[in-house]
């Protein structure tokens, strides 16, 4: 089955720096990523998506970018502000097998002012 | 509409209780979902719902029972729970399951089991 690795684990930036967060697969049938926001209380939001036919995409200051040879998508938040701390998960949805999220094991991103 | 509404927010109970969570949507969603969040850990699927029939189960203990009783509800029965089932509930629910995009979560139900 699906299997999504992600990295780092935590992250700490200062304001207005770039943020980094790359995740891995291992199933080559899989054709949705998703990025997922969790803040503290709440659950999961979705902030950006890739479907497997696109290989960047770009929503302001956050984009995705994917290789599907090397099996690897990346999300890019730039300007960072406080307000994007949070709990950052990746996810694949394996081919054909709509709403079941493979997630990443999350990354804890801290931006200081 | 894009919200998932979970009630309760928060809920304790013992062993030897029963409970329900409750999940409702309407923006006519027709998968709905049961997510378990360890703290610090990603969700981990345990049911799917496909237009009101159970379509997944994750191997999920007898003690957790889900329900759909219509298109916009979605309940979790829980009875004779172990305190290693303390954890946040999430709901969640798409378009459909053979359409592959968002799933909107709910903000969880939080449970301990004492």
């Known amino acids: 089955g699906e299997n999504v690795e992600q990295h780092p684990s935590t992250l700490s930036v200062q304001e207005g720096d770039s943020a980094v967060i790359k995740c891995t697969y291992s199933d080559s049938a899989s054709n949705y990523f998703p990025w997922y926001k969790q803040e503290l209380g709440k659950g999961p939001q979705l902030i950006i998506d890739i479907r497997s036919n696109v290989g960047e995409k770009k929503d302001q200051r956050i984009a995705v970018t994917l290789n599907k040879t090397a099996k690897h998508f990346s999300l890019h938040i730039t300007e960072t502000q406080p307000e994007d701390s949070a709990v950052y998960f990746c996810?694949?949805?394996?081919?054909?097998?709509?709403?079941?999220?493979?997630f990443g094991q999350g990354t804890e991103l801290s931006v200081k002012p | 509409d894009t919200e998932v509404t979970q009630t309760p927010k928060h809920l304790v109970m013992g062993m030897t209780n029963k409970k329900s969570l409750k999940c409702e949507q309407h923006m006519g969603h027709r998968a709905m979902y049961w997510y378990k969040q360890k703290a610090k850990k990603p969700p981990e699927l345990m049911f799917v719902?496909?237009?009101?029939?159970?379509?997944i189960n994750e191997s999920v203990p007898s003690r957790f029972s889900p329900e759909c009783p219509n298109s916009s509800l979605l309940n979790l029965h829980l009875h004779a729970l172990q305190p290693e089932d303390s954890a946040l509930y999430l709901c969640a629910s798409s378009q459909d399951v053979t359409y592959t995009g968002e799933l909107f979560f709910g903000e969880g139900s939080r449970l301990t089991v004492l």
């Open positions: 719902y496909s237009y009101e029939k159970l379509s």
């Open positions: 996810a694949a949805t394996p081919y054909n097998q709509g709403g079941k999220l493979i």
